[in-house]
């Protein structure tokens, strides 16, 4: 979440920003609460002392000639009327400073200054091209129709077993997908140094605040009701950036690297989607990913955040897909991300770009959240981090643009060369 200090100085300028997001900011609404709770407070403070005084006062009044036990009724009537209005003062306190929480838990990070102004995708801003779109000699296919060609791939026997939007893959396929999990995991972990974490798939509703899926999007998850009331994760970004949730790291603990890779499922509803990509693996309720976090000092953060984005777009150039690479506009930007550069690849089933990978860098926002700090060995104070992720890559996606963009005049897909030792040698669908 933002720093309340720093919206209590301007809460005019921090609006301002975020209209950038298409966010309006109740500035009213946010003054009114904060002087509620500081109001409870203040008269908190003054009923104490007033209750202070009057517990010293039998003693005066024995002084007047006033019998003890007379007194002592009087006082004690006194400190009841005190009591009871405490009482009513801390549910005040209490209700202003939850609606405060509320409303702060509802307001999104303030984009980066260099964002770009737009209301939607339309309005991203191309950074860079890399490859080019291959020129086919026949009618390239998309990877639904490629699939039933080379067999493997079965949405229709996925919706007898769950539902639509999940698919079902056997032998070759299934392998491939396989090779391109394994794949990722070990160029990350072998050239780009990150340290590879197992996690948990369901995660508490404190892990989903921290990284801001809860309480906005709640829609977009599966939740598990029961005696625990878990919830399936959307991104492995949740489990991972929360290994960091209430842990204060020494600066020698940074030095080392808190970089993390992790392959996971993720599990999403897709509410508000209805309709979109309804053909074959764009848009699933369950789908791989490999996923890179980053925990790093604030001074950091920026440099930390192209070279994230510059591992993931090494696994596209490796598999020699052409892709270009977007800086997110505004009104695109995610509800946590200060700024956001997404990775789109070439899909020649539908001769346009889509994305593979989103990388942002969420400031401290997340770590406020979640209570991640480190120690800054200069003052001896816990500060917070600074976190970032990125998919290296969607491992579906993926897939999908290997079978398009690998495609062959006689209905079979040529395997990528990094793909044939994961394949035992094989270079062929």
């Known amino acids: 979440m933002l720093d309340i200090k720093m919206i209590r100085q301007n809460p005019e300028q921090v609006a301002e920003k975020l209209k950038k997001k298409k966010f309006d900011f109740d500035v ?5 609460l904060d002087q509620e709770r500081k109001q409870a407070d203040t008269d908190s403070q003054n009923l104490l002392a007033e209750r202070k005084q009057a517990s010293k006062k039998i003693g005066e009044l024995v002084k007047q000639g006033i019998p003890v036990d007379e007194a002592k009724q009087t006082v ?13 003062l801390k549910q005040q306190a209490t209700a202003a400073a939850d609606a405060l929480a509320s409303l702060m838990m509802s307001v999104p990070n303030i ?4 964002v770009p102004e737009g209301d939607d ?3 991203n801003v191309e950074i860079m091209k890399w490859g080019e779109p291959r020129q086919f000699d026949f009618d390239a296919k998309d990877h639904v129709d490629i699939g039933e060609q080379v067999g493997g791939l079965d949405f229709e026997l996925a919706s007898k077993i769950t539902g639509s939007r999940f698919a079902v893959m056997q032998g070759n396929m299934a392998r491939l997908h396989r090779a391109l999990i394994q794949f990722m995991l070990d160029t990350h972990l072998n050239e780009h140094g990150y340290n590879e974490v197992y996690v948990p798939f369901m995660v508490n509703a404190d892990a989903l605040r921290g990284t801001g899926q809860l309480p906005k999007f709640e829609q977009d998850l599966f939740k598990i009701e029961g005696e625990q009331n878990y919830y399936l994760i959307p991104t492995a970004e949740v ?3 929360n290994i960091a949730s209430n842990t204060i790291f020494e600066a020698g603990e940074l030095q080392q690297g808190l970089h993390f890779v992790c392959h996971t499922p993720c599990f999403r509803s897709e509410a508000g989607s209805y309709g979109r990509d309804t053909r074959g693996m764009i848009r699933q309720h369950q789908f791989e990913k490999v996923e890179l ?3 790093v000092k604030p001074e950091q953060a920026n440099a930390e955040l192209e070279s994230l984005t510059e591992n993931a777009e090494a696994i596209l150039q490796k598999l020699n897909l052409p892709y270009r690479k977007v800086m997110l506009c505004g009104g695109d930007l995610g509800f946590s991300a200060q700024r956001t550069y997404d990775l789109e690849v070439w899909l020649p089933g539908q001769q346009k770009y889509r994305e593979i990978s989103s990388c942002s860098n969420f400031g401290d926002y997340q770590a406020r959240r979640m209570l991640a700090r480190w120690r800054n060995p200069e003052t001896g104070k816990p500060e917070l981090l600074n976190t970032i992720n990125g998919s290296g890559l969607a491992v579906g996606r993926t897939l999908v643009a290997v079978l398009e963009n690998y495609q062959t005049a006689d209905g079979g897909v040529d395997i990528p060369d990094v793909l044939r030792p994961y394949m035992g040698g094989a270079t062929k669908l």
């Not at 009213?28 to 009114?32: C, G, L, N, R, S």
Request: overall charge negative.
């Open 28 to 32: 009213a609404a946010f003054k009114q």
């Open 76 to 88: 004690n009537e006194t400190l009841a009327k005190i009591e009871q209005q405490l009482d009513n």
């Open 111 to 114: 984009p980066d200054d260099e």
């Open 121 to 123: 995708e339309e309005a």
């Open 239 to 241: 489990p991972v950036t």
């Open 293 to 295: 976090v980053k925990m």
